[in-house]
């Protein structure tokens, strides 16, 4: 019997795919490896992962993030506190990539290894026959679509070290990117996206839900529930004005404990007190979240894919989502969700809760669940034991 790992990056979150690794792995029979398993983070074991679970660093790796975060909480907006803050997480970054390229010599051991996210350098360290498959979320944005996203982010002072940095980075992420013989990627949009900027074709492998936990509960209530990462591609800020010009209509946002833009979100709800912010959730209290809301809203830049709006659906829940990225592909406008512009205007978002109230949301029961049926984990674990296989 073949042995195999998938290596992902590191778990610091408790986001999609977090999940979507550990069920890949559950599905193979394979064994997790990462750079570093956070305290904020996923736990493989809540979704019944019991293979081996390997972790190539020390959780001191964390440090950096952690302390960027206290830098970022002091009041202090002077320039060398920023400057503080930016260099801890490029040390974080840099620490961990060289973790990653010096300390995963266990994957000599492996026949095969699937790789995730795009911190591949790795690859260096397979066996010269392993099958190396890459299953590509995106190619780093900060590398390509949204390189200038990103560069606007940096203090003047610090860009040519960052321009640097990048081309450094691409150089190397290209080389290793051409190592691998098979490439797996999430939707029909990042794999247009691979083929404009690496110019390789890759087969789709829709991320899976666990639609048996995933499911609807008995009881309702009258919030909306948003849980995107708290940053500024997915313009939760946006939703948060249009309730706060709202009053009357209850928002519930789920977030990280180390999100980027977490302070400026709270800071923007003080004293409005129908919008709350809880911590991110355990599977089952998400459950609860989502499966009690009237509708989801998830209003992201050109998304590559996000299992959050299958779990709604699968919920009985539609989604308020905008008209941009992945969801073009498998969209059934007012069957399952309400469609917004792509520029996710406050006025766009206000129209659409008030035209998605209770009693819209339970006649588009019976449609979200038919469409949250072909992400079911049955169908991934098929496919990708085909590909391995």
Not at 302 to 330: H, L, Q, R, Y
Request: include cysteine; proline fraction near 4%; charged fraction near 30%.
């Amino acid at each position: 019997m073949k042995k195999i790992a998938v290596f992902h990056d590191h778990f610091m979150y408790r986001w999609w795919w977090e999940r979507l690794i550990t069920l890949l792995a559950k599905a193979l029979n394979a064994d997790l490896i990462s750079g570093f398993f956070d305290e904020w983070s996923l736990d493989p074991r809540e979704v019944w992962f019991s293979w081996n679970i390997i972790e190539i660093t020390k959780p001191g790796f964390t440090f950096f993030d952690k302390r960027s975060y206290q830098v970022e909480k002091q009041k202090d907006r002077s320039f060398l506190k920023w400057t503080s803050f930016i260099l801890m997480k490029w040390l974080r970054h840099l620490a961990l990539k060289i973790a990653i390229l010096f300390q995963t010599k266990i994957l000599r051991e492996y026949d095969i290894v699937i790789f995730s996210w795009d911190w591949i350098w790795a690859v260096k360290n397979c066996k010269k026959d392993a099958k190396k498959i890459y299953y590509c979320h995106t190619p780093p944005r900060y590398l390509y679509d949204q390189k200038e996203v990103y560069l606007t982010k940096v203090p003047l002072i610090l860009k040519p070290a960052y321009l640097l940095a990048c081309y450094f980075f691409e150089k190397l992420y290209r080389r290793d990117f051409a190592k691998m013989d098979i490439i797996l990627t999430n939707s029909k949009n990042v794999q247009a996206r691979i083929k404009h900027f690496l110019w390789r074709d890759s087969q789709i492998v829709y991320p899976p839900v666990d639609i048996s936990f995933f499911k609807p509960l008995e009881t309702k209530s009258d919030y909306y529930f948003s849980w995107a990462r708290l940053t500024q591609i997915k313009r939760v800020d946006r939703i948060v004005e249009a309730f706060i010009q709202m009053p009357d209509k209850k928002l519930i946002i789920s977030h990280g404990s180390n999100d980027p833009e977490k302070l400026n979100i709270a800071k923007m709800i003080a004293g409005h007190d129908n919008i709350k912010m809880v911590e991110s959730p355990n599977d089952t209290e998400l459950r609860r979240l989502i499966s009690e809301s009237i509708a989801t809203i998830f209003i992201p830049v050109d998304e590559d894919f996000w299992m959050t709006p299958v779990e709604s659906m699968a919920c009985w829940v539609p989604v308020i989502w905008v008209n941009d990225g992945w969801v073009k592909e498998i969209v059934i406008n007012w069957e399952t969700w309400i469609l917004i512009s792509s520029e996710a205007r406050i006025e766009d978002i206000k129209k659409a809760v008030i035209e998605m109230d209770l009693a819209k949301s339970l006649s588009l029961k019976d449609n979200c669940i038919k469409r949250a049926k072909v992400f079911s984990l049955e169908t991934f674990e098929e496919k990708i034991k085909n590909v391995v296989n």
